[in-house]
């Protein structure tokens, strides 16, 4: 595999004080020996003691690091409440990456391991925690590769590789939690979060496992290096997923503030006319082309929708394409892919996915329509965890990017971008589970 | 309407739990609606105080144990 990378927008101004602009996250090796050559010993002696151990998460927190899985919260303060704790607390190294569009854990975890490892190690240091849970998705070899990674290595917290059920919901945080308490991956209520009560009762620092590389390079160079790519809001480098209509589609690091449209230039350009892009993956929101072209992207929710970065997944859909029916798609993928356990999920979810497929495939009316927007509205907020929420914001996103579609097909036209090869990637029959063991 | 009540408490429900008897509906419209689905729609705002007594009743009605009254809110949103 190999992997591309692009200079971002040069915020930092000159070279790192170690001379590292970017890459940042992929400077090192897939080997131990070769790790420790470009990034040094794990700098725990530095960190020694309560004082150490404050001190580091007071790094993170100086550094601004927003969490990479999705949500973008501030890391620090996570490490900040679970190390202030009564119990012991516990971390979870979260690389089940269920998101299809997304493979930047996947990438990070084969190309950079111990980075992610150093990373995870350090967290437990800081909040005080001697084991590591790492949760990875089955049926790839990543669990195994990372299973040989660790045993040559001599940490001081104990690892235990949890292969995790290939399902969309199973990677949030409070089914990673379930399933390692109970062997069940499904959400569960909050509160408590995990971070109050997680792992056998104890506290609970999940973070994604391109958050924790992150950790680790802050630790190693400092906050102030962290700071020199990407925003004042959200600074470091971002791993981003970059697919559909452009020439290399690939991972690529790139730093925060850096334009929609230098994104998809750095992923070799488009290959044809788009229409719009999608950002944030399946949870995230249509962009559309030409206008979103300077659209800077971020962890924070900039332009007309909320947009954010999210886990880093961005799609570009050819102008041929038709936005309606890949979304209509990928919400139907969606609602099978609940966890059942919600009512306004498990009813609400197919109700929408089949009114957008009526929408897509020209068996629309204005009651359709209608009956639409109340479901999404009645969807939204409505589970406990956030799986209808990206669904149905993802939904509404379409209906309003693709509104002059919209129109077209409720008039009656015939949209010759249905019968396209669809452009948003689905995972097979095969490659999805049905237990939630 | 009367004012909220002093200590802030709020109807909330455990969405898992819930499996839409709807008797909630039945002794608390005042707070509660149905979805098309049956699933009940509450509005989370500290209750008003005259209503609080009423919320309890409903709370001890409901068969799954979901409906609830406290003063903290179920979900703290990070967005």
């Known amino acids: 595999m190999t992997i591309m990378m692009e200079r971002g927008a040069a915020r930092g101004g000159g070279q790192g004080r170690q001379g590292l602009l970017l890459p940042r996250l992929l400077a090192g090796g897939r080997k131990l020996a070769e790790h420790r050559a470009t990034f040094g010993q794990l700098p725990l002696r530095r960190f020694t003691g309560e004082e150490g151990r404050r001190k580091l998460i007071r790094a993170v927190t100086d550094a601004g690091l927003r969490g990479r899985g999705g949500a973008g919260f501030p890391t620090g303060l996570k490490m900040a409440s679970v190390a202030a704790g009564a119990k012991r607390p516990v971390v979870i190294a979260n690389g089940c990456e269920s998101e299809p569009a997304s493979r930047k854990d996947k990438m990070l975890m084969v190309c950079a391991p111990h980075l992610v490892l150093d990373g995870a190690v350090l967290a437990a240091h800081a909040v005080g925690a001697d084991r590591v849970y790492l949760c990875i998705e089955r049926g790839t070899s990543v669990a195994d590769r990372l299973e040989r990674e660790i045993a040559q290595r001599d940490d001081p917290v104990k690892w235990k590789v949890v292969r995790v059920p290939r399902r969309y919901v199973s990677s949030e945080e409070s089914a990673l939690v379930h399933l390692i308490n109970d062997g069940d991956g499904r959400p569960m209520t909050a509160p408590p979060r995990p971070y109050e009560k997680g792992v056998g009762g104890r506290p609970t620092l999940v973070d994604n496992v391109e958050t924790l590389a992150h950790v680790a390079l802050i630790a190693t160079y400092g906050p102030e290096w962290f700071r020199q790519v990407g925003t004042r809001e959200d600074p470091g480098s971002t791993l981003v997923t970059v697919g559909g209509a452009v020439a290399r589609p690939n991972v690529y690091e790139i730093s925060p503030g850096m334009r929609l449209g230098e994104v998809l230039d750095a992923a070799g350009g488009v290959v044809e006319p788009i229409g719009a892009v999608l950002v944030g993956g399946y949870f995230g929101t249509w962009v559309s082309m030409p206008d979103g072209w300077g659209m800077p992207l971020s962890h924070d929710r900039t332009g007309p929708q909320g947009t954010s970065l999210g886990g880093g997944g961005i799609v570009a859909l050819p102008a041929e394409s038709c936005g309606l029916a890949e979304t209509a798609r990928v919400v139907r993928y969606l609602a099978e892919e609940s966890a059942q356990q919600c009512g306004p999920c498990m009813f609400g979810l197919p109700a929408i996915a089949q009114d957008l497929a009526a929408v897509a495939y020209g068996r629309c009316d204005p009651a359709t329509r209608q009956r639409l927007s109340r479901r999404i509205a009645q969807v939204t907020r409505r589970g406990a965890c956030r799986h209808p929420d990206g669904a149905t914001k993802l939904a509404m996103s379409a209906l309003t990017t693709f509104a002059a579609d919209l129109e077209t097909h409720m008039s009656g036209w015939t949209c010759t971008g249905v019968s396209r090869d669809p452009i948003l990637p689905l995972p097979s029959r095969q490659h999805r589970d049905r237990t939630w063991k | ?79």
Request: with cysteine.
């Open chain 2, 1 to 79: 309407m009367s004012a909220p009540n002093a200590e802030g408490l709020r109807l909330q429900v455990d969405m898992i739990k819930c499996v839409g008897h709807a008797s909630c509906r039945e002794l608390l419209p005042e707070r509660v609606s149905l979805d098309e689905w049956g699933y009940p729609i509450i509005e989370t705002d500290p209750l008003p105080s005259d209503l609080v007594t009423h919320a309890r009743r409903a709370v001890a009605a409901c068969p799954t144990l979901a409906l609830r009254v406290d003063g903290k809110v179920a979900r703290v949103r990070t967005q």
